[in-house]
């Protein structure tokens, strides 16, 4: 019997086409960017076929059209609550802690997103999700006060308050309240020129950080950024002026590479856009902007100390060929290639048995040996994308736009448990996801052990 309730994942490919929509709307160069980034994609596949066709054999060229992630920042922990039951309803759930404040951004945070192959490759879809820290607000009246601000606010209206309530009580959404529960939910998200706050108390909340105040003055947690995948980075960072969009100086994240690791971001400059105080007062507020990125193979822990440590070696200059460059020499000490990473266990990978493969179950059995199957040709092994975020690129993206690309730090202190305790549960480690996804992987090959 069909099931009456719509799926996390429909409703999750639903939301997430309607908030690029609207951002389309509110922010006319994103919808410049999806047109430049679908062209530079159009033209790698054009010229690389043998990519083409890995994409399609892997199920990633379906979802690289659609791939999004989003960015939002929330005031407070009833909010970020709230936000993790909305999100478990579209198949979204909370991976990874992420510390910005130790790069001078006041917030921590974690990515709400699909965990299983089948989700992520019916839509990856993904939000990096922010809990302002106030305690790190210096001037402790102002602290109250914006605590105060934040406390008067509702950002989820009356409805999607009841759909989340009903999706509770009897297990799923019907298709009428589905097409309700994603409009409802996007209201959360929309930009509002209206701030709850007088000129005077947004200049004091700016003045302890622009981030602060972008959390604080609002009536809901806007979208602050979409960001498409395209698979050559370095390409749209170099046609970005001729589309009339002015990229940040550098690249975050690691260099060009044969194949690709975790994670790189570029984006455009936050807008300056047209605001209206409560005591009526006229102003502009500063940040939403565009941001591209290029997902590579996932690494192990073993490969992010290693990702870790050598770029901990680099340093960020203003010239982004220069970085490249500099970049790639020191990540020379980076095996590049396929074999090696998986050889040496650097990386994550899907493994697939081939028709040979299903044809001789029994030489699987006798023959565990991972590279030895694949040199016959019985299993193949597939790359694992990255799903996941960096936090030093994540701070470099935030602190291009808010107007510094320096990597200033504070006094701000990792406190995981704080952010989970605001969350109302643990974030899942992205470590432990990729571990067992490949031994999933394996174990579906016939394959109990890797070695």
């Known amino acids: 019997m069909e099931s009456r309730w719509v799926s996390a994942d429909s409703l999750r490919a639903g939301f997430a086409s309607a908030m690029s929509a609207m951002y389309q709307q509110e922010v006319p160069q994103y919808g410049t960017l999806l047109k430049l980034v679908s062209q530079v994609n159009a033209e790698v596949l054009a010229q690389n076929p043998a990519l083409k066709q890995q994409l399609e054999r892997d199920n990633e060229l379906s979802r690289l059209s659609v791939e999004r992630h989003g960015a939002i920042r929330v005031g407070t922990a009833a909010e ?34 699909p965990l299983d192959d089948d989700a992520l490759n019916a839509n990856p879809f993904r939000l990096f999700t922010s809990l302002l820290r106030l305690e790190l607000i210096d001037d402790p009246s102002l602290q109250q006060q914006a605590a105060e601000i934040l406390a008067a606010r509702d950002i989820f209206t009356p409805r999607c308050r009841e759909l989340v309530s009903l999706h509770q009580q009897q297990g799923g959404l019907t298709e009428q309240q589905a097409e309700e529960f994603i409009p409802q939910v996007l209201e959360t998200f929309r930009w509002h020129q209206q701030t709850t706050v007088d000129q005077g108390t947004y200049q004091a909340l700016l003045d302890q950080h622009r981030l602060i105040a972008d959390v604080v003055c609002f009536p809901g947690c806007h979208i602050n950024h979409l960001t498409p995948r395209t698979l050559d980075i370095d390409r749209v960072q170099a046609l970005m002026p001729d589309a009339g969009i002015t990229p940040k100086a550098i690249i975050e994240g690691p260099p060009r590479r044969e194949v690709p690791i975790l994670l790189r971001q570029t984006s455009f400059k936050a807008l300056d856009e047209a605001v209206r105080f409560r005591d009526a007062q006229q102003g502009t507020h500063t940040a939403r902007f565009g941001e591209i990125e290029q997902r590579g193979i996932a690494l192990t822990a073993k490969g992010r100390e290693l990702y870790d440590r050598l770029l901990q070696e680099s340093e960020t200059g203003t010239d982004n060929r220069v970085h490249q460059q500099k970049l790639g020499d020191i990540f020379q000490a980076f095996p590049d290639d396929a074999k090696t990473l998986r050889v040496q266990q650097l990386a994550w990978f899907t493994f697939r048995l081939s028709e040979k493969g299903r044809a001789l179950p029994e030489q699987i059995a006798a023959q565990q040996n991972i590279e030895t199957l694949l040199d016959a040709g019985l299993i193949s092994a597939t790359p694992m994308i990255y799903e996941d975020f960096l936090p030093v690129s994540a701070a470099g993206i935030f602190q291009s736009n808010l107007g510094s690309e320096t990597k200033a730090r504070s006094q701000g202190h990792s406190s995981k448990a704080e952010f989970e305790k605001a969350l109302g549960a643990a974030v899942q480690d992205e470590i432990a996801l990729y571990a ?3 031994k999933a992987s394996l174990a579906r090959c016939g394959v109990t052990q890797m070695r």
């Open 80 to 113: 970020l609550a709230m936000l993790r039951q909305v999100f478990a309803i579209m198949g979204m759930y909370p991976v990874g802690y992420y510390d910005l404040s130790q790069a001078g951004v006041p917030v921590h945070s974690t990515a709400f997103r």
């Open 436 to 438: 067992q996804r490949q």
